[in-house]
Structures are given as C-alpha cells and as structure tokens.
C-alpha cells in the first residue's frame, strides 16, 4: 500500500503545478516537452550502480517501452486540446472514467493478482465508475458553446488513449518486469521515447517559428519532472507489489487521486465543491471500501 499512497501523492504534486502555471506564465506544452529530460536523469540517478542503462533494440519491449512514451505526448496534447474546445469537464471525464478499460482487461484478459473478484467487489468496480463522474463534474458556463465535428471526438480519443497506455503498462508491468529491480530500466526507455517524441514536436514548431523558448518553462520543468517520474515509477512498483492486478489497483489510484486532488484544492487555493462533487467524493471512498475490502480486512488481522 505504501507505494500506491505515494503515487497518489505525487500524483497530485503534479496537477498543483499544472493549476500554478497560469499564474507564473508558463507555456505548458514547453514544460511537458522539458519535463521528459529531468524525468529520465531523475530514474538514472536512482539506478543501482551494477545496472548501467542500456537500449536493446532487440528486445520486443524496448519498442513498447519507446511506443508508450510517444503515447504519453500525444495523450498530453490531445488533452490540451480536448480541454480547449470541449472544455475542462468532457476532457477530466474522459481521462478519469478511462480506468474502466485497464480494469477490465486485468480481470477478464490478463486474469492476474491472485485475487477473485465478488460481488462486493464488482460493486466497488461499477460504485468507482459512478464516483469519478460525479467527483468530477463541472458546471458548464452559460457562453460555452458546443462545438460540433471533428472536435466531439476529442474526448473520445483521451478516453481510449488514456485507456490503452495505462492497459499497456499494466501489461508490460506483467509480461516484462519479472522483477521490482527491472522496472528502473523498463520506465527510464518509456521516458526515453517521451524524451524524442517531444523534441521532434518543439523543434517542428521553432522553426516553423510558432513558438519561442522561455526561461521560466525550464524551472516548471523541474518542478514537473521529478514528480512526473517518481509517480509513474511508483505506480508500477505498487502493480508489481499486487502482482499486476490493474483491477485493484488503478481504481484505488484514480479515486485517491480525485480525493487527495480535492483536499489540496480546498486547502491551498479556496475551491469549493458542488453538492454532486461531494456526493461523488463520499461515493469514493465507499467504492474504495468495497474493492479492497479483502485486503483491508488483512490489514486489520
């Protein structure tokens, strides 16, 4: 448990310097590009000194590992668009309710943990789905408009890429990450295709002059970075730690997040819940009692 709690944590780091970057005018897209660089040097630094880095391109999962991470930027900038134009409520909806799809292919694909799901369980799972809905739900402003097309389909795309990256850790996590002292080597080449996925991006958009390097990006980058990495490597020793069961695992994630995210709001930036986002909040934390009851009656032995 102890890992899962601080991915949350620092999950939450993160989405506090993304609600700081607007007021100390960061370019966000630079910093998410920039972040990828302090993320791969802050696993180096925590590689054990008898496991040098390396890429072998003949391993099948180097290429997963180098695929997930160019997900990772599109992912990111599909969300930033998502949020533009179909706005903060379709696109936080959509990332959240994306568990549905690592969960279910933990428990009826992958069929990995150990653990069999009952119905108290199946409950939490449905009473999860339910909770970050409501938890999450914003209302819209009256000038919003809705935009028609092509743009409707951007929620959608988060939804199933937000899905399919996290299936894919989850998978990788099971299949090439025997071991807690792999995951070091396999995260840092997911970072690694983050890394050139991101500078092939910013380097298109210099010289076609639509956008100008900033000072300040390169201090949020910091800030995002080491957090960023930390999270991710985090998560995956707590799947490694319930022996991959994703099922478990990432609604526990998600909920806490959206729990821990909405303390932090209240506390350091004066936000106020609506009456249906402290229902979802409530729902929340009894979904999290019901999929996890069996490890927390364990717990209490």
């Given at each position: ?115 069999t799901f009952d119905t108290l369980n ?135 997040v959206i729990l821990v995210a909405a ?17 979802g909040l409530a729902l929340a934390i ?16």
């Amino acid at each position: 448990m102890f890992f899962l709690f601080l991915s949350i944590l620092l999950s939450v780091v993160l989405l506090l310097n993304f609600r700081l970057f607007p007021r100390y005018r960061v370019n966000t897209v630079q910093a998410i590009v920039f972040n990828y660089p302090v993320c791969f040097l802050t696993g180096f630094l925590l590689l054990p000194r008898n496991q040098p880095f390396s890429v072998d391109f003949s391993q099948t999962w180097t290429w997963l590992a180098l695929g997930l991470g160019v997900g990772f930027i599109i992912t990111f900038i599909l969300s930033g668009l998502s949020t533009q134009r179909m706005g903060i409520t379709a696109t936080s909806l959509a990332n959240n309710m994306s568990l549905v799809i690592p969960v279910c292919f933990s428990l009826f694909v992958f069929q990995t943990g150990g653990k069999t799901f009952d119905t108290l369980n199946y409950m939490g799972l449905i009473l999860a789905v339910v909770a970050v809905g409501l938890s999450t739900y914003k209302k819209q402003e009256e000038q919003t408009v809705m935009a028609v097309g092509w743009n409707t389909l951007l929620p959608v795309a988060v939804f199933v890429l937000y899905g399919v990256t996290n299936t894919m850790i989850n998978y990788m996590n099971i299949r090439y990450i025997p071991s807690t002292d792999k995951t070091l080597q396999v995260t840092l080449t997911m970072v690694l295709g983050a890394i050139i996925a991101g500078l092939v991006l910013l380097s298109s958009r210099l010289i076609l002059d639509k956008e100008k390097i900033e000072r300040q990006t390169f201090v949020a980058a910091i800030t995002l970075g080491i957090p960023n990495f930390l999270s991710f490597y985090t998560l995956l020793l707590a799947l490694s730690e319930f022996g991959g069961n994703g099922a478990f695992v990432y609604p526990l994630y998600n909920i806490g997040v959206i729990l821990v995210a909405a303390l932090s709001a209240l506390l350091f930036f004066k936000e106020k819940l609506l009456v249906v986002n402290r229902i979802g909040l409530a729902l929340a934390i009894v979904a999290i009692g019901l999929i996890s009851w069996q490890e927390l009656a364990q717990l209490m032995q």
